[in-house]
């Protein structure tokens, strides 16, 4: 016994330290995107592929192999927890194994040279100047897929690293709902209903304003600002390098309040998941987010169904109105309430309402599984950009900022990445039914600005987890049932019916035209 | 040659990773003081304890080793820089080898723990909350300077650290010359000399403005901010991650101007320097700088000889009079140049003028030496600390944050450190008389506010040279001697006579007494 004791100390220890470079690159992004001066970023692109590498090479020891082995053979003397540990740190070990050490750093400086190629193409708005070090990325990926291998599409192969189990077969089946029927709600919804005006807010809002205004938001959300804090940044992100340092970043423009309410609230909602987080656990599968989807699970529900909800805005909407008297002089609460939530195709995903969302990530996984499995070349991949926006949104694309460069994503490598929003999104709403059931008066709760009961559940039935329970296997302890795409459908019938005056029952029966 | 060459680029590698693994531990310690939350302090300690280990396991690797003699013994095949860079790495690596993994791996944490406990005891003004955490880091430097070894006072091995060759031998006679000399030296002038008005420096200076003044005097300075950037801190420091990316730090008070443009232009020289070290030889001795004493020869150089000088203010006294035109409307650029060179004991030893400075560092000197070889205990420091402030500057400390607790460096394990203060401040004054022999219209030039003449002597003469030559040679061979205390007091005396009203002569007789 003394034997199994002192190995798993050994595997926790081992964990620990390959968590401890981890976070130190995560650090290393973070300044990047938040301060780093520009000179600086080849050889920071160094320093993060040095540390990769240590990573890696400690991901996929010998000595880790034997422990978890070990462990593993021996997992039921262990505590169930410590079991599934073992079983979550062996498969993930190896997976790993399958990536030479050469590759992660070829990866690793790839990586940060896209983000800058990035960073510079969306200053110029010109995609080719991103596109050599996007072809790149998307080499070295392909070259990924062969060696983690994969069963039926190579895209599977990195789908798996940010949901596990997912698969281009139940995504194709998951995005062909999407698209049949979120395209017609859409439409349905904006033919027949009264649309409201939107125009004041793009009135001028003071930045630092609007900055205080933000951070006031993530306090009542339950953010801890002794665990983390908030910056600015290009593209708003959420990073933890423990769940007691957990950043959140906004960025703020002067003539769109949404920009750093849907910011604020999204990452928020990241972020209380990282710092919900058992940090005993620090290191271990049982410390880390079961998967981006159950991750995006938590931004959604605090963006669409608190940050968006009437209930939030009975709570919120007056001391936001004493912060900018001139621009919001002559908005009621509803008028505020309708506003924000307008349907309206746009060419940008972080903007979108929440029915387009989903086609936005519908077009990113469709063109993400074509450069993969080589049917899509980044060559032409502005043109297809602007053809499927035009097609599936009705929109033109004015440029690439706006367009293919918009997302920081494939600069990051991060590819597989983008389906995980739109599960998020659809687990939110499962979610929150749920919550919504077992607190009676939650609406009630959130309209006096009090989120404790929310996160207190949140906590209680997600938070604590980490990867115990795998997404599809938590969805089912939480609700009682697998994913259901029926939630986001009946939610979102609902709340359209209201704000455009359009009986449910019309709404229900133009579906299934 | 192909293997010999092969080797040297072997060497290379690994230093640069060295280099990666401390540049993102470098990244960590600055995010501790500029960014971190207090929560999050514990496990960051602990994430640097195990990149320390990491970097120390390369830097004393038998890898490094067989390279380092190998490349030694073949030295005089190589080019005079590349022998230079084997040389000082193989004494590198002969020092590193002498401190276990372990040693490391628990000062790396003790500093973590000091520094926030530290900034605790800061904001209580409590010295007992310090105080176990300095008992360990000095029972730790004890036990390093067993580790190391040295021939006659333990201390000698730690001031090695940061100054190679000094010895508390050759400490002793400097710090006496300092006490026979400029106690007398201060007391006599501030005796005969005509005091000036310095209130107004205490008038309300609104705080963006002095943010935004210092970036001026920065950028005038040469400070090139796509290579960097400045942030706010408890205590100004530099420090880089790379030639590319040097961060300084300063503090801002609203009744106080001079804390800020001390530290802009201080910090903005130590900057200067690791800017212009060359990024070809990153990770490498000859892209180091060669010594904290030379280090603070350029901060040293910039702040008294440039930041305190009348042609500096003849430059840019009217530009920050217009950003401050309430509070120094009635102040001319003479009655300024005065006020911020006014003498006066204090018991801060970052706003000490640039007499009494010198005796600050004796006081910490003293101490050092004491703690280390067991004369004094760390428990009656403060005590010991305030007799000497009484004794040497007579003066009252009001408590422990304006005495023991107002410098970092102790918190940070940093013995050894604060003689290359008075070092740096000895060398600046003889570099810049070197200086202004160069260049005969210096004066002239500060007075213009162009700074591109001595910023280019300083890249000629030092910064360029990284380590290849020590501190005593690259002093020789810029000035044709050593380090000679001479050019300090001639120095000072002519200020301070100008200032003050004081014959020259006067000084000169007044102080054979």
Redesign the interface.
């Known amino acids: 016994m003394s034997t199994l004791r002192t190995k798993y100390e050994l595997y926790v220890t081992h964990m ?2 390959i968590q ?2 981890n ?3 995560a ?2 992004h973070w ?1 990047n995107e938040v ?6 970023v ?3 692109g ?2 993060i ?3 990769s590498a ?1 990573a890696h090479d400690w991901s996929t020891s010998s000595e880790l192999e034997q422990l978890l082995t070990s462990l593993y053979s021996q997992r039921h003397a262990l505590s169930e927890n410590e079991a599934r540990n073992i079983e979550l740190s062996l498969e993930r070990f190896n997976t790993e194994k399958k990536l030479p050490t050469k590759f992660i750093k070829l990866f690793s400086a790839a990586q940060t040279n896209a983000f800058h190629s990035w960073l510079k193409a969306r200053k110029a708005k010109d995609y080719s100047i991103f596109k050599n070090d996007l072809k790149i990325i998307v080499d070295l990926l392909k070259h990924k897929t062969d060696l983690i291998g994969y069963k039926n599409h190579p895209y599977d192969a990195l789908l798996n690293e940010f949901e596990k189990g997912a698969t281009v077969k139940q995504l194709d089946v998951l995005f062909g709902n999407i698209r049949n029927e979120l395209v017609v709600l859409a439409k349905n919804i904006m033919d027949n209903g009264n649309p409201s005006d939107k125009e004041f807010l793009k009135r001028h809002f003071d930045k630092k304003k609007q900055w205080d205004f933000g951070i006031e938001l993530l306090k009542q959300m339950g953010f ?6 908030q910056d600015i940044s290009e593209h708003p992100f959420t990073t933890a ?2 769940s ?2 957990v950043r959140v970043t906004t960025r703020i423009e002067e003539g769109n309040l949404l920009e750093l309410i849907g910011g604020c609230v999204h990452e928020g909602g990241h972020a209380l998941y990282e710092m919900g987080l058992e ?1 005993e656990y ?1 290191g271990l599968p049982l410390g880390m987010a079961t998967s981006l989807g159950i991750h995006e699970s938590q931004s959604r529900l605090w963006e669409n169904h608190v940050g968006l909800s009437l209930s939030y805005w009975k709570a919120n909407f007056e001391s936001m109105k004493k912060l900018f008297p001139v621009a919001l002089g002559d908005v009621t609460l509803i008028q505020f309430y309708k506003a924000i939530n307008q349907l309206a195709p746009n060419c940008l995903r972080t903007v979108a309402d929440e029915i387009h969302y989903h086609l936005h990530v519908l077009i990113r996984y469709e063109i993400e599984k074509g450069l993969i499995d080589g049917s899509i070349e980044v060559e032409s991949l502005e043109e297809i950009w602007n053809q499927k926006y035009k097609d599936l949104l009705g929109i033109v694309v004015p440029h690439s900022t706006y367009g293919v460069l918009q997302d920081v994503h494939w600069a990051e490598g991060l590819f597989g990445y983008f389906p995980t929003y739109s599960l998020g999104s659809l687990y939110a709403a499962q979610f929150f039914a749920k919550a919504s059931e077992d607190l009676p008066d939650l609406q009630e709760q959130i309209s006096q600005g009090n989120m404790k009961g929310l996160l207190e559940w949140l906590r209680t039935n997600i938070h604590q987890y980490g990867k115990k329970y795998d997404s599809e296997e938590l969805c089912k302890r939480i609700t009682g049932e697998g994913l259901n795409f029926k939630y986001f459908i009946d939610y979102a019938k609902e709340k359209y019916s209201h704000i455009y005056n359009i009986p449910l029952d019309v709404l229900n029966k133009e579906i299934e035209i």
Chains 1, 2 share one sequence.
């Open positions: 620990r330290k401890d470079v976070s130190s690159i650090l290393m300044d301060n780093a001066p520009i000179k600086g080849k050889l920071r160094q320093q592929a040095t540390l240590v801890d600002f002794e665990a983390g804090r390098f423990s007691r340092d940090s620090y």
